[in-house]
Structures are given as C-alpha cells and as structure tokens.
C-alpha cells in the first residue's frame, strides 16, 4: 500500500520557518480553507498552523548541538487519532495513507487530539472543527500544475532543501532512498503509531578546542574556558 | 490536561442520574425474589424524575464543548471502535429506555415489561458509565489516566453519588432501609478514597518517557528546548498543559480528598456508630460529596500530562531513567585535546 509522507534532513534544516509560513499561506488560500488568526497583531496572536517549527539543543556545553525540528501530522500508518473518531471525520486513504479530517462530519469534540501523541492537531475555534496537515492533499493530484510543482508547498519552498516527499514503500521514490541511505528515524518510535515522516538525523560534529585557543587573549573566552574545563 | 467544565458537569449529573436509578431499581429488582424491597410509587417516580432531568441536563452540558452539537448523531458511525461514540450512544439510550420505565411506573404497569425496561435501563445506564470511564483510560498517551483504576474510581464514584442520594430518599420514604444505605454509602467512600489514593500513589511509579525518546535521540545526551516556534500558547500547549491548574493543584488536591471522602466519611460514621441519623447530615453528606467530587474531577484532568508536552519541555521531569533497551544516563564528558 502507497504510503505518501514527508523527509526532513534535521542536518539541512537551518529552522527558517518558511515551510510553516508556505504552508500557512498555501493552506490558507487552497481548498481546505482559511486557518484562522485570532488578535494577530495583538498581545496574544494565535493561530491554527499545520507545521510548526522547534529547537532544541542536544549536549552539555561547549559539546552541544542545536537543531530544528518542523512537525507537522506524520500521517502514522496505526495513526491512533482514526479510531477515536466518533463520527468518522478522521479518516486514512487506502491509496496514498494520508490522513484527513472531513470537515462536514467532524463535531469538534478534540478527541483526536487527545489521540495524538505528537501534539499535530489543533483545533480552528472559528470553523469549530479539528485541521491539520493534509499533506497538500491538492496540490499533489493537481493535474493543472506542472508534475515538478506537485509536492506539498512546504517541500517546495525550502530554502535549504531539507525536504523531500514521496512513497515510503516505493523503492524508486526519493524519500524511500534518503530514508534507506541516510538512516531515517520516526519520533517517539516506542508509541507504535508508525509514523510514515521520517527525519534524517545530524551528523555528529565534534568540536576540539587547541591548546593555543587557551591562550586567546580575548578574555571572556578565557573566562569561559577557565570555569569549563578547568573547574576555575 | 485543561479540564473541559462541560465535562466535569456531566461527570456530576450522568452520575447522580444513572447512581440514584441504580439503587431506586436494584431495590424494585429485589421483589422479583420475593424480598420486601418495592418503594412507593411516588419515591420511584421523584427518583426517575430527577434521574431524567439530570441525563438532559448532563447531555445538554456535555455538547458544549463540541464544536457542531447537532452533528452529534453522527457518532453512531464509529460505535465500533469509538468510546466516545459508544458513551454518547449509551447515554442517549439509557435516557429514552428510563422515560419508558417512569412512564410504566406512572400508569401502574409493575409486570414484566416494568422490570424489563428497568434492566435495559439499568445495563444501559452502566455501559454509559463504562464507556465514559474507557475513554479516559484507554488514552495510552496520557499515562496518568491510562489504568483500571480510573475505571474501577469512575465506576466507584457513581455509586458514590448514587448511594448518598438513595439515602436522602430513604429517609423520606423507607426509614428502615436507612442504617442499609448509610452502610452502603460508607463503603463506596471508603473504597472511593483507596481508589483515589491508588490512582496518586501509581502516580509516583509510572515509567514516563524521556524527551530523547520523545525526539528518538540518544539517551545520554541531555536535550534543552530552545525554542517552540511561537511567541505566545496555541492550541496544543492551551489544551494539554494548564500552567495556572498546575499551581492551584497542590492547594486543590487536598481540598477535594477533604470534601469528597473525609468529611462525608464523618458523617456516616458518626450516623452509624451512634444510631442518631438525622436528615441534616444524610444532606451535607450528599452536599459534600458532589461538591468535593467536582473538585476531584478538576483534580484527575489537571493531573493528566499528555506526552505531546514532551516537545513543548512541559512533561513532568524525571531524568533519565533505565530502561529495558535504553542506555542509563551517565554524565557527558566533555573532552578537548
């Protein structure tokens, strides 16, 4: 079975957020309607967004790490927010395992939130309904679009080109190769939810500080230095 | 978890309805073995009215925090693998089949069909009650829920609710069952606090997940979150974290357990051991237990910690546990040269 699903290189992604910002956009404006602001230019702005974008940082100084991770829906193939579903409004297709919410039946009960271990729902208080990523459901089978613009907008907006798209199970698909050769993980793999998104993980960077360093004469680098390494 | 109100009401009339049918039936289901349990007429009926009334308004509550209420019907489509579906579909059935019991009441029909629908209603009324419990506890990613107890404590609580009212009612119409339903309302407080105190006590042994399992990163590598992509809450951190909850909770918790189980425990002990039953004390008892059991609702959703904080650095910490398969942490050695 197809299983359609997004590829982030965590070793790429320099945490711009413009594949949060395409998607809002082309979300907004696409046939899955508006994502609602609420006092956007107020003290409190919110919002219904389907990708958001963390940082964290891995490590204990000065052997850290920092890295982003966009999150979207990860279209999990046991995706535990279907069954929960009292009327059906969530539901995944056979043909390519994206999982959509049918905002006709959905009653708003934020069930299926609950559901979600990877906290990728969000509930529009305008519309009173559940959204969330549809993978750019629309833009993909779009037959008016020329077939290199037929991936979701958050891959083709990427600056850095940490994104790919396609069939996990296809051998011949970019994203199937990027997860094989590059050793692509899923989040929380312990939850068994089988998420069909797969990251990339970051290469280890070391980084050695020479004796020579030692002697900078800047000297809050000293300083710094001094505390860490030496217990000063 | 941010505790939904309409759910806490629910909580309390789906209670006190389907508790106080339990006992009024259980006591006419007792005649069939030739027991002289039957009730008056006119304690059934004020029994069944109050049940209905709470059932509409519970349900009436309930659809608050839906977003299309009158889509609502659709949740029969999802009976099958939905708890939600299946408590709605139970709730609605228990009241149609109670209307037709206290309608058979009214018009003196006590054969076989009154004992049918007061079956049907009584199971009914049960499946709803489970079916609510299941969907708490069957939420594998809020693990604080995630137990029997929350079933077995839910299921308690209703005969808790139910027990305490049948007794205000007793008083009034069959004084001697008093000391039964004064006994009966003792036990399920008391089983109620060891389910409660059950339910905190696993609290302080629930194995919880690790941000680096969270992010599937290395278990010794401590991780900071430096940034969630947002300047103010949104939808995720407002509905799974309820920071004001949080601080209130240490305050709250023992005011629920104090409401809820000790000072109704005082009461009906005292009614028991000195034999002195006075109408004011069945009243405050059944007064504090509500009060204190929404309270103790407030308490089990604030409690909850959905896994989904993790990403947000809003999961209770723990460090680095070992676990099966996981490294132990150990302290990261910095190295240069």
Known sequence: MPQYALVIDLNTCVGCHACATNCKEWNTQ?????????????????????????????????DTQVFHLPKSCLHCQDAPCVPVCPTGASYKREQDGIVLVNYDDCIGCKLCSWACPYGCREFDEADKVMKKCTLCIDRIYDESLPPEHRKPACVLTCPAKARFF???????????RMIKERNGFVLFPDMGTNPANHYLPRTETKVHVDEHLLEAENPLFLEVVRRHYKGG | MHPPLSLIWFFLTAGISIGLFNFTYFMEFLTLFGKDTALPKHMVLISNVISLVLIGLGAIGASFHLGHKLRAWKAIKRFHTSWLSREAVFSGAYGFTLLIFALLRFFDHTGFWYHFFGIITFILGWLSAFSTAMIYASNRFVLEWNTSISVLYYLNMYLMLGSSAFLALTYFYRKEFVGTYIFLTFLFLALGLAFRLAFNIRQFYIKRPTINEALNLPHNRPIRVLDTGTTTDNYCTEEFYYKKGKEL??????????????????????????????????????????????????????????VQNLFYGLYPEEGYTLRKGYMERKKTKISYR
């Open chain 1, 30 to 62: 696409a046939s899955f309607g508006p994502l609602s602001d609420f006092d956007p230019y107020g003290r409190n702005p919110k919002g219904v967004w389907y990708n958001r974008i963390m940082t964290y940082e891995m490590g204990e100084f000065p």
């Open chain 1, 166 to 176: 396609g069939d996990i199970e296809d051998p011949n698909s970019e994203a199937y």
């Open chain 2, 249 to 306: 909770l240490p305050s709250i918790l023992p005011l629920a357990y104090i409401l809820t189980f000790i000072v109704p425990l005082f009461f009906v002990l005292y009614m028991w051991i000195t034999g002195r039953v006075d109408y004011n004390f069945i009243k405050f008892t059944f007064l504090f237990i509500v009060v204190g059991s929404a309270l103790e609702r407030w308490c089990f959703f604030v409690e909850g910690n959905h």
